[in-house]
């Protein structure tokens, strides 16, 4: 063992948490070096105390709610593609289509005007035919895919599954907030588009998973 | 089946989930099944040692909060890649010092672009180091007035316990300038307590 090693463990051989072997050998090292022996006497004293300073250290406030608060906003946990490394645009895609969702149903309420008590009803269901009509290809479309994914669950581990069912409800969630805001204010062009885009990133997660299990 | 599906279902019967997996607690998966009370209880069990390590290493009680808030966040993001295979609290830790060290290198090509800091024209600890909330005992007091460089590579080698080429792993340091900022840190500390 040289000067250096010794230097390394000097914390260890302060707080005596070296196992008796590399004991021997650092005090062996210590008898015969005296520059080295010199230094621990100098050093021992801080590194005695480092040894015994609290670990632990409570906060000045719980801190919990800020941190319950941030993740019940999140409602996702990024995937784990059975221990294979996924493609980082995989990984990527299947988290930030999840965030995508919780802005477009976030902005969704926002973004409501209630004029719908002023709407005839007949007008309201025409309106919600029509667009039930645009939204058809997109669900047709992810309906299809699922069924491709399905039969390849197997090659997922099932904690993948789990979160890439979990972010799929949170999209499909925000999908829905933004419909039933539509459905109060048929007549605002921002909440359609921000429904189509739900949509179109639905089905862009599910295309990047299909294609992603092809190259695990 | 597959090969890796058939060995797993083979251990799968052989050897006890926790013995395979120590890290695999019960209170673990249920908060990676996204079970939030599970995940508070680890939260309330590790709180105090997490925001310990990012005070020593921030010197700095709100910074300290928010970075504790942001392990816990990137914590529970992170938990389904979380194995088991070593402790819990290994990994919390451990993804603690990445988040310091994450935001501290944000935070240095914001400086860098107002005004360069150099490491070096701090090289003496104050005469008086300023308390800091929560750092009641002098050697923590100094190990705060320590400049930053030497006060990381001190924190992680000498109370965490991390050798010096994880710790140029987490700082984008070199090792042997993981061992300078050591010795410095040491010899510093050394003179301060011997006033």
Wanted: net charge positive.
């Amino acid at each position: 063992m040289n000067c250096d090693d010794v230097l390394d463990r000097l914390h260890r051989y302060a707080a005596r948490t070296l196992p008796v072997a590399e004991l021997a050998r650092v005090e062996d090292h210590l008898a015969r070096c005296e520059v080295c022996r010199a230094e621990s006497v100098r050093l021992l004293p801080v590194l005695a105390g480092a040894a015994v300073l609290p670990r632990a250290i409570d906060p000045p406030r719980d801190l919990w709610p800020g941190i319950a608060g941030r993740i019940a906003d999140r409602k996702m946990v990024v995937a784990d593609f059975g221990g294979r490394r996924a493609p980082h645009w995989l990984r990527y895609a299947v988290q930030a289509a999840a965030a995508v969702a919780l802005v477009i149903g976030t902005a969704a309420v926002t973004l409501v005007v209630s004029r719908s008590a002023d709407r005839p009803v007949a007008a309201r269901s025409a309106v919600s035919q029509d667009f039930a009509a645009l939204e058809a290809p997109y669900q047709s479309a992810s309906e299809e895919i699922m069924a491709t994914l399905q039969e390849a669950r197997r090659q997922l581990s099932p904690t993948t599954v789990v979160v890439l069912e979990r972010n799929l409800r949170v999209i499909d969630e925000a999908i829905r907030e933004s419909r039933d805001a539509l459905a109060r204010d048929p007549a605002n062009a921002a909440l359609r588009e921000m429904l189509l885009r739900g949509h179109r990133q639905k089905l862009d997660l599910l295309r990047q998973v299909a294609t992603g299990l092809t190259q695990l | 089946m597959t090969s890796r599906a058939t060995a797993w279902a083979l251990v799968a019967e052989t050897e006890p989930q926790q013995e395979r997996d120590p890290g695999l607690t019960d209170t673990v998966r249920r908060a990676q099944a996204g079970e939030q009370a599970a995940f508070e209880s680890l939260y309330r069990e590790h709180a105090g040692r997490v925001y310990g390590l990012c005070l020593r290493l921030s010197a700095d009680a709100g910074r300290a909060t928010e970075l504790t808030q942001d392990v816990f966040v990137r914590a529970w993001e992170r938990l389904p890649s979380f194995r088991g295979e070593s402790a819990f609290s290994s990994w919390l830790y451990r993804l603690a010092a990445n988040v310091v060290f994450g935001e501290r290198r944000t935070q240095g090509r914001r400086d860098r672009r107002v005004s360069p800091l150099d490491d070096h024209v701090l090289d003496t600890v104050p005469t008086r180091a300023a308390p800091v909330p929560g750092l009641a005992l002098d050697l923590d007091r100094a190990i705060a007035a320590l400049p930053p460089g030497a006060r990381s590579v001190f924190v992680l080698h000498d109370i965490e316990g991390y050798q010096h080429q994880e710790i140029a792993e987490l700082t984008g340091i070199a090792p042997g300038t993981s061992k300078a900022h050591l010795f410095r840190a040491r010899r510093l500390l050394r003179e301060w307590l011997e006033r």
